[in-house]
């Protein structure tokens, strides 16, 4: 158990919809990133937030976006969802303040998506 | 040009041999991080080891070794004594830049067969 906690497992959907994933990092960590697994693209970062503010981009949709809450938890927001979007998307965190050298980022369990 | 180069999509190895697993980086930051995961079937991705670039000595974690040569920018996994719960996908990963909170780019990733 990595600490990290991701819900729903699973999501089954129809095409247009919007959905919500959800992620509570591990206790203590102020960083969370959002990964997305498919078939064809492999495994590519989304975005990340530190302390509640957007840290960084990657190949993240614009129909996607995401949040970090004062508590630490993030949600990723999926609109007018496409067949292409069905995937395993991860959440991980990362940065603890209590390390000396807080370098491992430890992935949740995924949310399956499938888009139907 | 890709970041994470893995070009063994697959490989087998016997049950209690090594195994080794080939990783290939491009980076023009002299600072940055290896890791190597696991990911069974299940799903989970599971942190296994990191290599420092900074770092003089390969990391090793239990029966995992990291097969660090910065000249060749390679950085192979190495499994000792096979088992068969080893059997899955193994993903390599990198992350540039000083800081520990800077999101992972991954390879197409291995899966390790074993063979009882």
């Known amino acids: 158990d990595s600490g990290v906690t991701q819900t729903p497992k699973h999501l089954i959907t129809a095409t247009g919809q919007r959905v919500t994933l959800r992620c509570s990092p591990r206790?203590?960590?102020?960083?969370v990133y959002w990964y997305q697994q498919s078939l064809d693209q492999g495994l590519q970062f989304l975005i990340q937030y530190y302390n509640g503010e957007e840290r960084a981009k990657g190949n993240i949709l614009e129909r996607f976006s995401a949040q970090q809450f004062p508590d630490l938890h993030s949600e990723l927001n999926l609109s007018s969802l496409e067949l292409g979007d069905s995937a395993l998307y991860f959440c991980?965190?990362?940065?603890?303040?209590?390390?000396?050298?807080?370098?491992?980022?430890?992935f949740g369990p995924g949310t399956r998506l499938t888009v139907t | 040009a890709q970041k994470i180069t893995q070009t063994q999509p697959g490989m087998f190895v016997q049950e209690k041999e090594a195994v080794t697993l080939d990783c290939t980086y491009d980076t023009s930051d002299p600072s940055y991080g290896l890791f190597w995961y696991k990911q069974p079937s299940s799903g989970e991705m599971i942190f296994l080891i990191y290599q420092g670039s900074y770092d003089q000595q390969n990391a090793t974690e239990g029966r995992y070794s990291l097969n660090f040569q910065k000249a060749r920018k390679s950085a192979n996994l190495v499994i000792s004594a096979s088992q068969l719960g080893d059997s899955a996908m193994y993903f390599c990963?990198?992350?540039?830049?000083?800081?520990?909170?800077?999101?992972?780019?991954f390879g197409s990733g291995t899966q390790l067969t074993v063979l009882p």
């Open positions: 991980a965190s990362s940065a603890r303040t209590d390390r000396v050298t807080p370098y491992e980022q430890y």
């Open positions: 206790s203590g960590d102020l960083s």
């Open positions: 990963a990198m992350r540039e830049g000083a800081g520990s909170a800077r999101q992972l780019t």
